[in-house]
């Protein structure tokens, strides 16, 4: 433990990730240049959260990881091993026992309350970077509010597929202003993105890029009138847990082409169950 | 009458070497000027320099805006240079693929700019793509096709709908037949033509082709090391030459 | 409607020496509406030329040239063309079209550009090439395929399918059989009827004897040039 500084980055490097921090929460959406740092694993890691994490973590905090919305998997389960370790900090599983939730594509079904962090890692944070490869032009582009390629995107889905196929990393506005990529979350999770009462930082570590929405951030779903956003999800129910109203994931579960559909929550499915709801599929 | 496009003094230099001279004329609507000369005359430079691709080291480049009336569009805020070079005006390049987004669909290319002045309604956005795509004789059941599996001259004309679509006042083009097979080339100077009298189009037109100015051009400039040696009416120009260059430029064309 | 003052003309060769050749020298005089004038003077007298330059085709160094109330010598190249589209036509020795245009828009884009409907604008084109003898399945086909004679035909047709108040006739009858030389003539005589004032250039006695009032010999104007 006393081989590390807390939370594992220099005093130095945590101050000039929280000012690009502060400065991202200052203007929703803007992305904002940081110098990001090496860190003891591979970028598509979750190295952008990984910083934020860091600079925004206390002694007293009490820290969850989760990937795809679980808290089992081997990234959540070593990015939480390595804050317990570099920084000593309580972790948990359980949502709102949390104040920092660390994630790779997911906002937790449970609405987030004020005084949690929502720590996002990011891996592209351009959203017209599909469409115009060159950084010079997306740069003007978002700050002349230049956004009609975002809108050619979501025609060529509806073009070729007849609906807005884009189901995650889907494109919102924020108040108003910035175009902004919400990570790899799916489109379901997109409501909850706008008027949170959590605060919510991206960090995309390998493109040194931070950027924020602070609570009760106003954030749209780009669409058209004809075409609206509509946040989708699997129509069933949870085979564990019943829920009719979570993110599922599908699995199969033998080679004759039998599945089922869970929460991709795990935390949520789990609490539900415990609480004695149970799905078609529950043991 | 007010000019559409008002030229005043426009001077770009690269380091010691010129790029144009102290170029002024005015541009009234509905005239469509060429601007010949050999390559490294200075007429590229001048167009960009006037579509406010390149900043002028001198000169004004007014133009007649729909809200404000004459405005000089070199020294306007980029945003509203960008908003400019969205609505009124539109700019043709030579190469395609300049101009269009090769991985996006002919409807989505046709699209862009309706959707950049904020057209949020996927229907009518089709519908005026697949109008538009009909203007220039490309079949609408390619509207979903990507450039790269079109022609040159397919390629070509659809870059002329995505920028006629949203009904620009001015266009510039930069040797717009240029690379094109002469059969081809004659399709698209007709489809031209048709569309600068339909839409009453003024247009700024740069080419070393002097068959594609007369047949599009009102009027034409000669330029020369970056200055025009000579201008007036197209056929003037070309029939009863005036200055030592000029008359080299047209006896040098080979009749056929 | 044609008044042409003290009209003088050089050119000069720059990438031959820069020799200046005097072509035409103190031209004056003026075409009412409803005449019809002859240019006369062998070949090489500077018919053409003139010709030309009352068109604005060719530069004039010197002098007036009025159609109607515009001076076609100092106008700025957007009133040249204005007045070649509402006032002044020009029917030359050959047709020069965008290569694959069908005949029908070839002869009524004069009427086109002047904002007339393509139905309106299409009638009076198949009228003036049913008149002309062109036949109806050649409508369709650009004209750069036909023979010296139909091409010939349908360049008239599109001089005439706007009524232009002046008009410049370069050889109009040339290499057309007498039947077609006859529809010429009395298109002519119409466009006087209505009007027109009109400069021609006919090697064809005849038919210059039957359409012009008078005769301009521009030899007269044309310089002795030493050789």
Known sequence: MNAYNFAYLDEQTKRMIRRALLKGLAIPGYQVPFASREMPMPYGWGTGGVQVSAAVLTPEDTFKVIDQGADDTTNAVSIRTFFQRTAGVATTTVTHDATVIQTRHRIPEEALGEGQILVYQVPIPEPLRFLEPRESETRKMHSLEEYGLMHVKLYEDISRHGHIATSYAYPVKVEGRYVMDPSPIPKFDNPKLGDMAAIQLFGAGREQRIYALPPYTQVVSLDFEDHPFEATKADHPCGMCGAQDSYLDELIIDDAGGRMFVCSDTDYCEARQAAGHKGKDAA | ?256 | MIELTNVSKTFTLHNQGSAVIEVINDVSFAVAAGECVALTGASGAGKSTLMRMIYGNYLTQAGQIRIGDIDLVQAEPRQVIAVRREVLGYVSQFLRVVPRVPTLDVVAEPLRTLGVSAEMSQARAKALLGQLNIPERLWSLSPTTFSGGEQQRVNIARGFAHAYPAMLLDEPTASLDAKNREVVLSLIEEAKARGAAIIGIFHDEAARDRVCDREIDVSRFTPKVAA
């Open chain 2, 1 to 256: 009458m007010t000019p559409l496009l008002s030229v005043q003094g426009m001077t770009k230099r690269y380091g010691a070497h010129i790029g144009c001279a102290d170029v002024s004329f005015d541009l009234y609507p509905g005239e469509v000027m060429g601007i010949v000369g050999e390559s490294g005359s200075g007429k590229s430079t001048l167009l960009n320099c006037m579509a406010g691709h390149l900043r002028p080291d001198a000169g004004q480049v007014v133009f007649d805006t729909r809200t404000d009336g004459p405005r000089d569009t070199v020294t306007m805020s980029e945003p509203e240079r960008r908003m400019l070079g969205r609505t009124d005006w539109a700019f043709v390049h030579q190469h395609a693929r300049d101009g269009l987004r090769m991985g996006v669909s002919a409807g989505g290319n046709v699209g862009e700019r309706l959707m950049a002045v904020g057209e949020r309604h996927y229907g009518d956005i089709r519908d005026k793509a697949t109008d538009w795509l009909g203007r220039v004789e490309i079949d609408a059941a390619r509207i979903d096709d990507r450039p790269t599996t079109f022609s040159g001259g397919m390629q070509q004309r659809l870059q002329i709908a995505r920028n006629l679509v949203t009904g620009p006042r001015l266009v510039f083009m930069d040797e717009p037949t240029g690379g094109l097979d002469v059969s081809v080339q004659a399709r698209l100077l007709d489809l031209l033509r048709g569309l600068v009298r339909d839409m009453g189009l003024s247009a700024i037109i740069v080419t070393h082709d002097l068959a594609v100015v007369r047949l599009l051009a009102d009027r034409l400039m000669v330029m020369k090391n970056g200055r025009v040696v000579e201008a007036g009416l197209t056929d003037q120009v070309l029939d009863d030459p005036q200055h030592a260059y000029s008359q080299l430029l047209v006896s040098s064309v080979l009749q056929v």
